[in-house]
């Protein structure tokens, strides 16, 4: 039906940690960061905040295009839709100097998979190298790269990788406390459950939470969900320790999306990923796990290596990075050879 208006489903995602140059952090705290001052990056980034809540160690917001979580040192701004998430660096960095007290970039990660039509989004995203050009005038030692069959599926990757020598190694060794991050990025999904995702199916986000079986995707989370009118959903998750879960659906049957990520750690995503294919049912879906040396997901590559199938979704490809301190699993996944 092509009277449907598109929609972009598909995320940028921005997460970047910061240090200081002199190690001295534990005054330093992103959240000190005066809210206001967030709202109006976002209106850089053309979208706003729609929901909002914290614990001790994250807070997460619901944006009218995705999420938005801040930790003490780790950002992450995820978007989807015409937003133009990097047109905010300047200003966040400026921001963070002079409120979370951070003068250093310890790690920067920007991906996201292809768009389904680049030829609608703004400047600098129609094109990754667009994105690239504008990340190396900000950052030094960046490097980008691209995963999956570049003219089909396939998701892109920019990220710090410095050079040895013992200043980089001081300053940009990366992330070493454990750190994972499992994303699951679906498209062609089956309609029938991507109408619970409508606000003629579901009265409210709770009962879209509750029936299709987000809520038990990942146990314990306090959940800040939001149903669209007339149809879409967000959903952030947080758990007590700052970790956290984010789910974003675009259910229309022309151009069907869902995102789905967390940090939580497993010594195996098996279950996680399996339970999440089973609530949405995508005909394909983009798998990225990283994990550092110090997570208990660190056999995550070996482990994908010898999942050649999830069910009924057969592994069409997969391909491994490794960083100066994670490792990084990509792979593709459809339920008929495409
Ligand atoms: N989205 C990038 C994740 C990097 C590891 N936390």
Redesign the pocket.
Known sequence: NSSVQFFEGVEK?L?IWFARTDGNTNQCDLRNIPRQKLENLLKIVRCEVISFMSNDNIDAYVLSESSMFVAQRRF?LKTCGTTTPLQCLKPLLVLVQQYAGFDDVEDV?Y?RKNFKRPDLQMSPHQAFEQEVALLDTFFENGSAYCMGAMNRDCWYLYTLNPLSGENNKKLHGG?TEP???L?ILMTELDPEVMSMFSREECATAAEATQKSGIEKLIPNMEVDDFLFDPCGYSMNGIMKNGCYMTIHITPEPEFSYVSF?T?VPQTSYKDVISRVLETFQPGKFVLTV?A?QTSSASQTPRELLKTSSFSEWMRRDIQFCRFKN?DLTYAFYSKFPS
């Open positions: 995602l997460e992450i990660f991906s992330i750190d994972q991050t994303e990520e940090n990283f550092n994670y």
